[in-house]
């Protein structure tokens, strides 16, 4: 049985590892650190501040199957405002600053250049930050159920709105397309 709900607080590492594991190749993760200080720590601390700080102030949605986390969301809230540097910070982030020193100013330079666009739609626009699958389960259609089931269904009930997202491969596009 497939189980959606909002992830507690203890499971936050577990999501934060199941991101790290979904995306430890992708191609995007170069343009939020240097290839040459791409260490695993980092990149792994950075998807624990993101997560930690988007379960305070936004949406942290997970899918379990046999007990496991499977797939996981971040979802900002349509109404509230964007994940500030303060939040960062109380997620966690002088640990990362102290991992990866600049970088951390790459990586948010970054992700807010990424948000200008959804920012500019004129309807309430629902940002899907994060959508991660373990690996074990990718291409299982999960990324498309978690969005249709769970993602589509809360935002309906939370009074609508569009749900905006940024696709960056040719990948990507073709999966959300499908969606």
Same mark, same amino acid.
């Given at each position: 049985?497939?189980?959606?709900?909002?992830?507690?607080?203890?499971?936050?590492? $577990?999501?934060?590892?199941?991101?790290?594991?979904?995306?430890?190749?992708?191609?995007?993760?170069?343009?939020?650190?240097?290839?040459?200080?791409?260490?695993?720590?980092?990149?792994?601390?950075?998807?624990?501040?993101?997560?930690?700080?988007?379960?305070?102030?936004?949406?942290?949605?997970?899918?379990?199957?046999?007990?496991?986390?499977?797939?996981?969301?971040?979802? $900002?809230?349509?109404?509230?405002?964007?994940?500030?540097?303060?939040?960062?910070?109380?997620?966690?982030?002088?640990?990362?600053?102290?991992?990866?020193?600049?970088?951390?100013?790459?990586?948010?330079?970054?992700?807010?250049?990424?948000?200008?666009?959804?920012?500019?739609?004129?309807?309430?626009?629902?940002?899907?930050?994060?959508?991660?699958?373990?690996?074990?389960?990718?291409?299982?259609?999960?990324?498309?159920?978690?969005?249709?089931?769970?993602?589509?269904?809360?935002?309906?009930?939370?009074?609508?709105?569009?749900?905006?997202?940024?696709?960056?491969?040719?990948?990507?596009?073709?999966?959300?397309?499908?969606?």
């Amino acid at each position: 049985m497939f189980l959606y709900r909002q992830a507690r607080a203890d499971e936050v590492s $577990k999501v934060a590892k199941l991101f790290h594991e979904s995306f430890n190749q992708y191609p995007f993760m170069d343009l939020l650190v240097k290839r040459e200080k791409k260490d695993r720590s980092f990149i792994f601390e950075m998807h624990k501040v993101l997560t930690k700080a988007y379960f305070k102030k936004h949406f942290c949605f997970v899918g379990i199957q046999n007990g496991e986390i499977v797939v996981a969301a971040l979802l $900002k809230h349509r109404d509230k405002p964007d994940i500030s540097l303060i939040d960062y910070i109380a997620a966690g982030g002088i640990k990362l600053i102290k991992i990866g020193g600049f970088s951390v100013l790459n990586m948010l330079k970054v992700a807010n250049e990424a948000k200008t666009s959804y920012k500019s739609l004129k309807e309430p626009a629902w940002y899907l930050e994060v959508l991660g699958v373990s690996p074990s389960y990718q291409r299982k259609s999960l990324g498309s159920k978690m969005i249709n089931d769970c993602l589509i269904s809360f935002i309906s009930k939370c009074g609508d709105g569009i749900l905006a997202l940024i696709m960056n491969t040719d990948l990507n596009g073709s999966f959300y397309k499908s969606s």
